[in-house]
């Protein structure tokens, strides 16, 4: 009980901490789902930029979060503004997820389906704006979903250059030795992370073909 | 109607895809109404160019009305007489008004396949290209749209280029039928004159068949 008095007592900072996270996570999901849909599309057509451009993403995804905020410190604009850094970092972590899932999603369209709509005469970008990318939808955004969850954890970490977000009650926390505080920052980044699945479920199923 | 016979791998379907150009020859040139069709532009030539597969590849996602309108619509049909012709081409595929709004798994193997040849002569195609449409369908729901077929080929006078494995069905539907083996064709025959043909391929069908035939009666006897 003494968590939910420090968080109402601290409310005006919980919330503006919430707002910071919610704006990192927003926004690099947004450049990870403009970047990483269209590189999908990419591969699900040109097979054999399928390994490469998977293969980046996954060794992205295998730096250690703090080593990459790190090595992206000294990198002239982008260091000027810890923000900046933390929206590249977490947008580069999403990409995996967010392509993976579009190749998949695109490939998994039934080839009879492709086969018949090709046959019939609809232009490539009619096939896939109406046939592949529709019937593709709900495995995308699962890529989204995840990519989200991953997001809201890992922009905690953001804190420690300085981006703000939650991450700055735990790491605040972490050196005061106080749980309360810690819990302040991870309990309010659980809640988003739980919301944000529920919200893109939610998409998920009004977007779902038939 | 030209039937494509053969067995599988002989090369029937590649055959029907050259057509359409979902295949592209290697060498030499496949004319379509005495036009080269590779001169010319490769969607106005397909969507001129019905074509019924299998597994009919309806579109989940789009009703039966979406699915038979959708040529039409691309070709920029205004919405009233995509509508009015969905209706004439359920009428002549024998399905009920009723089906437009369903969507593809909420009917049986049949009605897919008639909604895929609906679908097919939507814009009204002078040739139609049909992958062994009726294969995966049971002998009686088979039997049914093949006779329907070719009433209806009698109304239409299409050009078909039909490919099947079933002698049979050759028989019963083909005007001529182009018998091919490995890649090549090995001869181009009537119905009739292909149940007397002297030529091995054709003669090593026509015996299958009897064997089979044969063997179905032992079955039902």
């Known amino acids: 009980m003494n968590v939910i008095r420090f968080i109402l007592q601290n409310h005006t900072q919980v919330l503006e901490l919430t707002l910071e996270h919610l704006w990192l996570v927003g926004l690099s999901t947004a450049f990870a789902v403009l970047i990483g849909v269209p590189l999908g599309i990419l591969i699900a057509q040109r097979p054999k930029l399928n390994k490469p451009v998977l293969a980046s993403a996954n060794i992205i995804q295998t730096i250690p979060s703090l080593a990459l905020f790190g090595f992206l410190l000294p990198v002239p604009w982008l260091g000027e503004r810890s923000d900046r850094l933390a929206i590249l970092a977490l947008t580069l972590y999403a990409l995996l997820p967010i392509i993976r899932n579009t190749y998949t999603g695109i490939r998994g369209v039934d080839a009879a389906v492709v086969e018949a709509g090709r046959g019939m005469g609809l232009t490539e970008s009619q096939l896939l704006f109406q046939v592949e990318l529709p019937l593709a939808v709900s495995v995308i955004l699962s890529g989204v979903r995840v990519a989200i969850v991953i997001s809201v954890g890992l922009a905690t970490i953001a804190a420690a250059i300085g981006a703000g977000g939650l991450g700055e009650f735990i790491f605040r926390g972490l050196a005061m030795v106080d749980d309360r505080v810690i819990l302040a920052g991870a309990i309010p980044a659980a809640i988003l992370a739980l919301l944000a699945d529920l919200g893109v479920g939610w998409l998920e199923r009004q977007l779902r073909a038939r | ?221």
């Open chain 2, 1 to 221: 109607m030209l039937v494509l016979l053969g067995r599988s791998g002989s090369g029937k379907t590649t055959t029907l895809k050259l057509v359409n150009r979902l295949v592209t020859p290697s060498s030499g040139e496949i004319r379509v109404n005495a036009e080269s069709n590779a001169q010319v532009d490769v969607i106005r030539l397909r969507r001129r160019i019905g074509y019924v597969i299998q597994d009919v590849g309806l579109f989940p996602h789009f009703t039966v009305e979406r699915n038979i309108g959708l040529v039409p619509k691309v070709e920029g049909w205004p919405a009233d007489r995509i509508r009015d012709r969905v209706q004439e081409l359920l009428h002549l595929v024998g399905l009920a008004p009723e089906l437009a709004a369903r969507y593809p798994q909420q009917l049986s193997g049949g009605q897919r396949q008639r909604v895929g040849v609906a679908r097919a002569l939507a814009a009204d195609p002078e040739i139609l290209l049909m992958d062994e449409p009726f294969g995966a369908l049971d002998p009686l729901t088979r039997d049914e749209l093949q006779r329907e077929f070719l009433s209806l080929q009698q109304r239409l006078h299409k050009t078909v280029v039909f490919v099947t494995h079933d002698l049979r069905e050759a028989l019963r539907l083909g005007s001529r039928i182009a018998l091919m083996e490995a890649g090549k064709l090995v001869t181009v025959l009537a119905p009739q004159e292909f149940l007397k043909s002297s030529d091995p391929w054709a003669s090593a069908y026509v015996r299958a068949f009897e064997n089979g035939d044969r063997a179905g009666n032992r079955g039902t006897s």
